[in-house]
Nanobody
Framework: QVQLVESGGGSVQAGGSLRLSCAASGYMYSSYCMGWFRQAPGKEREGVAGIDSDGATSYADSVKGRFTISKDNAKNTLYLQMNSLRPEDTAMYYC?????????????????WGQGTQVTVSS
């Protein structure tokens, strides 16, 4: 049973920072690909960042240079460091995992999802 639990969301002013965490359990964490996705009200869920088992990363153009995805295999935890936050980053953020992922930012590639954590950025 794969379990993913996000934390670290909150409210912040534009220009501020947050670090999201995703605690993983129930599988060989280090061998999985993982990603962060977000969904704003009235919009479709979109890929934000992904990382594979070797540490290769991919980012959406909208967050390149501002967000950093990383993972700590010893702690079975995925992170998303978000800097220079903008109001348009406001969304529910989800982490996802799967053993084989070709396109890290494609939500259809992932079968395991967390419940999400809310990020709100005010101007």
């Amino acid at each position: 049973q794969v379990q993913l639990v996000e934390s670290g969301g909150g409210s912040v002013q534009a220009g501020g920072s947050l670090r999201l965490s995703c605690a993983a359990s129930g599988y060989m964490y280090s061998s999985y690909c993982m990603g962060w996705f977000r969904q704003a009200p009235g919009k479709e869920r979109e890929g934000v960042a992904g990382i594979d088992s070797d540490g290769a990363t991919s980012y959406a153009d909208s967050v390149k240079g501002r967000f950093t995805i990383s993972k700590d295999n010893a702690k079975n935890t995925l992170y998303l460091q978000m800097n220079s936050l903008r109001p348009e980053d406001t969304a529910m953020y989800y982490c996802a995992a799967d053993v084989r992922v070709l396109y890290y930012l494609d939500q259809d590639e992932y079968n395991y999802w967390g419940q999400g954590t809310q990020v709100t950025v005010s101007s």
